[in-house]
């Protein structure tokens, strides 16, 4: 079964940092692009960053390039997105999703407020 | 950017009527089009991919199609688990953009 599991979350002031994690089981992480979508309180869903197979290639959004860093660890089936300079529109619930075919899995979300 | 403008914004429908939502975009996409239902305080769960192609598991009355620029989601006879949020994704070019939803409720 495919799962992917989020954390790192929470309340972070603006203009501070903060690192999310997800952890993928269940498929071979290393056979496909990750990405990370956003969605902000009652609104509809953004796209943040997409990372390539071996983690050479990166795609954001100009509302997150150049403070947004996608990565990810194969050995570890693990992806992250550390986000600097954060500011309150940055506020959403993040969810870790495999790009297949669009995106056929989403993970549960994790919740990031900005605010101070 | 390529812009997904979805319609309508909300819907409401009785059970086993036939609804339609629709998402147009800017420019080519070819069959990029992948849709999406999300339920209150849950992830999004994938419906159709490829434009036309149903996503494992998900029921028959769902349907895709394509008609130039325009992308059409159908449900052919609306049951009450189907009520939630739709957004269609363009992943032909970065940015990826999803369709601004559209609200189904129960009439």
């Known amino acids: 079964e495919v799962q992917l599991v989020e954390s790192g979350g929470g309340l972070v002031q603006p203009g501070r940092s903060l690192k999310l994690s997800c952890a993928a089981s269940g498929f071979t992480f290393s056979n496909y692009y990750m990405a990370w979508v956003r969605q902000a309180p009652k609104k509809g869903l953004e796209w943040v960053a997409t990372?390539?197979?071996?983690?050479?290639?990166?795609y954001y959004p100009d509302s997150v390039k150049g403070r947004f860093t996608i990565s990810r660890d194969n050995a570890k089936s693990s992806l992250y997105l550390q986000m600097n300079s954060l500011k309150s529109e940055d506020t959403a619930t993040y969810y870790c999703?495999?790009?297949?075919?669009?995106?056929?899995?989403w993970g549960q979300g994790v919740m990031v407020t900005v605010s101070s | 950017d390529i812009q997904m403008t979805q319609s309508p914004a909300s819907l409401s429908a009785s059970l086993e009527e036939i609804v339609t939502i629709t998402c147009q975009a800017s420019q080519d996409i070819g069959n990029w089009l992948s849709w999406y239902q999300q339920k209150p305080g849950k992830s999004p769960q994938l419906l159709i991919y490829?434009?036309?192609s149903l996503a494992d598991g998900v029921p028959s009355r769902f349907s895709g199609s394509r008609s130039g620029t325009q992308y059409s989601l159908k449900i052919s006879r609306l049951q009450v688990e189907d009520i939630g949020i739709y957004y269609c994704?363009?992943?032909?070019?970065?940015?990826?953009?999803f369709g601004g939803g559209t609200k189904l409720e129960l009439k």
């Open positions: 994704l363009q992943a032909y070019s970065a940015p990826w953009t």
């Open positions: 990372i390539s197979t071996s983690g050479s290639r990166t």
């Open positions: 490829g434009a036309t």
């Open positions: 999703a495999r790009v297949n075919r669009g995106v056929d899995y």
